[in-house]
């Protein structure tokens, strides 16, 4: 059955320090989202992306956050100057052709910054 | 806009029925309901769409009323391995699925 992979699993940054978070969507996707969830909390968006431009952002993503889908395969998570407050899982989905259909979710890979 | 779920939480013991609401504020495309056990990532459950249809999987059901802007998850005569976060995630055909803050269920033999 397809997935959503995403790695690593696990990281451990400093704070101040630039980290990418890597994906690959089910490969028939168009649709791709980040979305953060910290410790014992909701799930938030954070970045919505079709036609390699972003389509909706909340207001968490701001200027530290970016994505890209360098290689037509990947989709991928920046943050320039991790905070304290950046620690979370990172959540990759995707999803086919439009909205209004069943968004399919990665692992997540858990971020903590000291 | 984030959708407003309630209850945060339930305690159920198996076989007992419970029901989770999801609310929004804005006019919705369509309203999905996720489940998310400890640790893992949210798991699909069902998507409800324009037209107060009602969907189920195995004893879980789901129900969407457009007008009043709702939508409700029925858990019939529950199992164990129902327990779990639940969210719904409402479109607004704006390309975001926004999650509610979730509903915890623990299910108790």
């Known amino acids: 059955e397809p997935e959503v992979t995403q790695t690593p699993s696990h990281q451990v940054t400093q704070m101040g320090q630039e980290v990418i978070l890597r994906c690959v969507p089910i490969?028939?996707?168009?649709?791709f989202y980040w979305y953060r969830q910290i410790l014992g909390q909701k799930v938030e968006f954070l970045v919505s992306?079709?036609?390699?431009?972003?389509?909706?952002k909340s207001e968490i993503f701001d200027d530290q956050f970016s994505v890209e889908r360098p290689d037509g395969s990947n989709f991928t998570l920046k943050i320039r100057s991790t905070k304290l407050e950046d620690s979370a899982m990172y959540f990759c989905?995707?999803?086919?052709?439009?909205?209004?259909?069943?968004?399919?979710f990665g692992q997540g890979t858990r971020l903590t910054v000291v | 806009q984030q959708p407003v779920q309630s209850p945060q939480a339930v305690i159920l013991r198996e076989g007992e029925d419970a029901v989770i609401n999801c609310s929004s504020s804005?006019?919705?495309?369509?309203v999905h309901w996720y489940r998310q056990k400890h640790g893992e990532a949210p798991v699909f459950l069902m998507i409800?769409?324009?037209?107060?249809e009602q969907k189920g999987h195995e004893k879980i059901s789901a129900s969407f009323n457009e007008k009043k802007q709702q939508s409700s998850l029925y858990l019939t005569a529950s199992q164990l391995s129902y327990s779990g976060t639940y969210f719904c995630?409402?479109?607004?055909?704006?390309?975001?699925?926004?999650f509610g803050a979730g509903t915890t269920v623990t299910v108790r033999a």
């Open positions: 989905a995707s999803n086919q052709r439009r909205p209004n259909t069943e968004a399919f």
């Open positions: 490969s028939n996707h168009l649709y």
């Open positions: 992306f079709y036609n390699n431009e972003i389509s909706e």
């Open positions: 804005k006019a919705l495309y369509s």
């Open positions: 409800l769409l324009k037209g107060g």
């Open positions: 995630g409402t479109e607004r055909g704006d390309y975001k699925l926004s």
